[in-house]
T-cell receptor, first 110, second 114 residues
Framework: GQQLNQSPQSMFIQEGEDVSMNCTSS?????WLWYKQEPGEGPVLLIA?????ELTSNGRLTAQFGITRKDSFLNISASIPSDVGIYFC??????????FGAGTTVTVRA | NAGVTQTPKFRILKIGQSMTLQCTQD?????MYWYRQDPGMGLKLIYY???????DKGEVPNGYNVSRSTTEDFPLRLELAAPSQTSVYFC?????????????FGDGTRLSIL
């Protein structure tokens, strides 16, 4: 599969902070997706991006499809405790086989 | 709606045993997928199916088999379980591959092979 490099690997948040994470690849993709996974559950789709340069919001979440089609970022504004979890980027070219990043683990700072 | 349902949720196997992980979806989706998730790694595609009677290998198919006799069901079979197959397995489905047709995931099967 094509490799997606997701960073950071983990982060600690304090309530109210803005959070950013990104994915990059050496390959071009036609679709970028962002999923969130909570303990004991499968990934749940947060945002889907289908066009280079597209900026899409879902509540406090904002994601962008990079203009080069090789990267994407996800921002979470004004974080709340329930934002903790593992966030995955995923991408695909002209087929249905998704490549996934290794995930960003978001934890509440004590 | 049940969505994508996986059974069992947990299982411990001995080396060499076989088992079938069940996956069923009630959304009439043509496309179904099996992934494995290892610690600190993204999901990797094992097998996928574009419709009943059609299956194909993904990125990591060795040691697994699948079948798709109906639209709803897509079981994954391990014939000779090995420790390297200890993982969390996720089944997913989608109605297609285009815009607004993303994959929906089940809650996973946590498999340990000892």
């Amino acid at each position: 599969g094509q490799q997606l490099n997701q960073s950071p690997q983990s982060m600690f948040i304090q309530e109210g902070e803005d959070v950013s994470m990104n994915c990059t690849s050496s390959s071009i993709f036609n679709t970028w997706l962002w999923y969130k996974q909570e303990p004991g559950e499968g990934p749940v789709l947060l945002i889907a991006l289908y066009k280079a340069g597209e900026l899409t919001s879902n509540g406090r979440l904002t994601a962008q499809f990079g203009i080069t089609r090789k990267d994407s970022f996800l921002n979470i504004s004004a974080s709340i405790p329930s934002d903790v979890g593992i966030y995955f980027c995923a991408a695909t070219s002209n087929d249905y086989k998704l490549s996934f990043g290794a995930g960003t683990t978001v934890t509440v700072r004590a | 709606n049940a969505g994508v349902t996986q059974t069992p949720k947990f299982r411990i196997l001995k080396i060499g045993q076989s088992m079938t992980l069940q996956c069923t979806q009630d959304m009439n989706h043509n496309y179904m997928y099996w992934y494995r998730q290892d610690p600190g790694m993204g999901l990797k595609l094992i097998y996928y199916s574009v419709g009943a009677g059609i299956t194909d290998k993904g990125e990591v198919p060795n040691g697994y088999n699948v079948s798709r006799s109906t639209t709803e069901d897509f079981p994954l079979r391990l014939e000779l379980a090995a420790p390297s197959q200890t993982s969390v397995y996720f089944c997913a489905s989608s109605s297609g591959t285009g815009v607004n047709q993303p994959q929906h995931f089940g809650d996973g099967t946590r498999l340990s092979i000892l």
